[in-house]
């Protein structure tokens, strides 16, 4: 069994140094890996509350909020060897789908292959919308991005025609790292798409070389 840690880094009180603790100890004391959650922004009312707490609400220090997760990610394997770092879960319809597959790439990198990348659709309304994207189909284009993710990651040229995103002949790079493990987390409320993940947590281990073209994937109920 490997056992990890969520640590939700807000400011002021996550420091450089005091970061830079955490993933020095969290190595030293055997843990596998460290899981953070996104938000990019925070709203004084929100449709839906957040879930997490009986009054709907974050919980963050006055004056701050959430670190973003791949500058903090990056900043934590620098300082560690053996410490994997996971997205729980990273926003992926609010989010540029060319943009994450290249910081996500980026990382696996740095780090020497110790990203587990997790997927969800979230619960937050404002902040889908702010991020410029419509609520009602967050689902469908949750499907869509990780379809172009996953092509981005392991074919050299892409070209897609989408309902929600198109390109010709796009490439990014890194490709050449370690395999990169994709948890799919689907978050449903409200959502369309990501129909066969309902109530399943779904890994899939992507090779992110340029000649691997294998793709796994294996269900497990949660509860």
């Known amino acids: 069994m490997k056992i990890g840690g969520f640590a939700t880094f807000m400011s002021p009180n996550a420091t450089p140094g005091m970061i830079r603790d955490f ?18 922004a925070l709203f004084e009312k929100n449709t839906f509350g957040y879930p997490g707490s009986k009054d709907g609400r974050i919980p963050v220090p006055p004056g701050g909020g959430m670190l973003d997760v791949t500058a903090t990610f990056g900043f934590l394997a620098a300082g560690t060897k053996t410490l994997r770092f996971g997205t729980g879960v990273a926003l992926v319809p609010q989010r540029n789908p ?36 419509q609520w009602e189909d967050r689902g469908a284009r949750c499907d869509e991005f990780i379809e172009v ?13 989408g309902r929600f995103y198109r390109t010709h002949e796009l490439t990014i790079a890194p490709k050449e790292g370690k395999a ?25 281990e992507v090779s992110v070389h340029a000649k691997s073209k294998a793709l796994s994937v294996a269900a497990l109920p949660t509860s």
């Open 98 to 133: 060319i943009y994450t597959a290249k910081e996500m790439a980026t990382i696996d990198w740095l780090s020497n292959g110790r990203l587990d990348f997790g997927i969800g659709v979230g619960w937050n309304k404002e902040e889908v919308e702010a991020c410029g994207y």
């Open 23 to 40: 993933g020095a100890k969290s190595e030293d004391l055997g843990l596998d890996s460290i899981w953070m959650g996104e938000h990019v």
């Open 149 to 161: 993710m996953r092509r981005l990651w392991t074919e050299d040229a892409v070209t897609h025609e």
């Open 180 to 204: 990169t493990k994709v948890t799919l987390t689907p978050e449903t409320k409200g959502a369309d798409g990501v129909k066969d993940l309902v109530g399943k947590a779904v890994t899939v």
